[in-house]
T-cell receptor, first 115, second 111 residues
């Protein structure tokens, strides 16, 4: 089954404790991205990657890191989490190989609470 | 830059009512337009799309027509059900595969 898998689905942690949210897709998609969703603000893009070893900042990259060492994986790293990073996070992927402007495939989300 | 504006919610309807969620956009070139739906506790999933002017996307009883002259892509459904309660996102993708999303509109359908 074609899917984007995020882990963990829920995490409660404390300020300053490094964490990683993993994202993996099995569709051989070139494009992957991370969003955060906050009430009243919609989806805001954190980082995106056009392909392996290529990453770019989105609209709200501060406090986050990403890497794209393999095509299928795109982990989101919070080196020193702070309470303002408490949010619902989504990973997404798509492929231009099927034609331009293809829809995004989303994971089920990771709810992070930073105390 | 590109942008998508959709009506603020929540939209509250009774079952079997007619639904319209407005979406307008600004973009360079000829974007593809999408509606995504997010059910409670889940990620976004594609509901329908249209790739050129006058195209109509449809799925699960929902429809939206790509109107280039009014730069709009309004979502409609003739008779909503309680199970349609969700958040709906309008989005576009123009010239690359980096999408632009609206802020989402929450729909609440009462029995």
């Amino acid at each position: 089954e074609a899917q984007v898998t995020q882990n963990p689905r829920y995490l409660i942690t404390v300020t300053g404790k490094k964490l990683t949210v993993t994202c993996s897709q099995n569709m051989n998609h070139e494009y992957m991205s991370w969003y955060r969703q906050d009430p009243g603000l919609g989806l805001r893009q954190i980082y995106y990657s056009m392909n392996v070893e290529v990453t770019d900042k989105g609209d709200v990259p501060e406090g986050y890191k990403v890497s794209r060492k393999e095509k299928r994986n795109f982990p989101l790293i919070l080196e020193s989490p702070s309470p303002n990073q408490t949010s619902l996070y989504f990973c997404a992927s798509s492929s231009p190989g099927q034609g331009v402007n293809q829809p995004q495939h989303f994971g089920d989300g990771t709810r992070l609470s930073i105390l | 830059g590109d942008s998508v504006t959709q009506m603020e919610g929540p939209v509250t309807l009774s079952e079997e009512a007619f639904l319209t969620i407005n979406c307008t956009y600004t973009a360079t070139g000829y974007p593809s337009l999408f509606w995504y739906v997010q059910y409670p506790g889940e990620g976004l999933q594609l509901l329908l799309k249209a790739t050129k002017a006058d195209d109509k996307g449809s799925n699960k009883g929902f429809e939206a027509t790509y109107r280039k002259e009014t730069t709009s892509f309004h979502l409609e459904k003739g008779s909503v059900q309680v199970s349609d309660s969700a958040v709906y996102f309008c989005a576009l993708s123009a010239g690359s595969y980096i999408p632009t999303f609206g802020r989402g509109t929450s729909l609440i359908v009462h029995p």
